[in-house]
Nanobody
Framework: QVQLQESGPGLVKPSQTLSLTCTVS??????????WNWIRQPPGKGLEWIGL???????YYSPSLKSRTSISRDTSKNQFTLQLSSVTPEDTAVYFC??????????????WGQGTQVTVSS
């Protein structure tokens, strides 16, 4: 059973960089055809996909967030990390990490972390 756990600060000041880590257990982030995602849900809104890092270290980002987003990984710790720069209060959300696989041009999410609240405020 794959388990994901987000960690990082719950409060970030405007203009700073938000940094979150997802620790994966029960499976390897280098397992073929697995993709590791960051997704967020602002208060009162739906889920927003931020980006992913693939099993081969490829990365893909939401066009709307691409200029501020970086996702990297540490295979020795089986972790992947989100960095979102120049944050504003509009980046306040519950942030999730999730495992996904691609089939027929679509990604299906199999395992999710429990989510972590990040608030952007001075």
């Amino acid at each position: 059973q794959v388990q994901l756990q987000e960690s990082g600060p719950g409060l970030v000041k405007p203009s700073q960089t938000l940094s979150l880590t997802c620790t994966v257990s029960g499976g390897s982030i280098t397992t073929k055809y697995n993709y590791w995602n960051w997704i967020r849900q602002p208060p009162g809104k739906g889920l927003e996909w931020i980006g992913l890092i693939g099993y081969s270290d490829s990365t893909y980002y939401s066009p709307s967030l691409k200029s501020r987003t970086s996702i990297s990984r540490d295979t020795s710790k089986n972790q992947f990390t989100l960095q979102l720069s120049s944050v504003t209060p509009e980046d306040t959300a519950v942030y999730f990490c999730a495992q996904g696989v691609w089939s027929s041009g679509q990604q299906t999410f199999g395992y999710w972390g429990q989510g972590t609240q990040v608030t952007v405020s001075s």
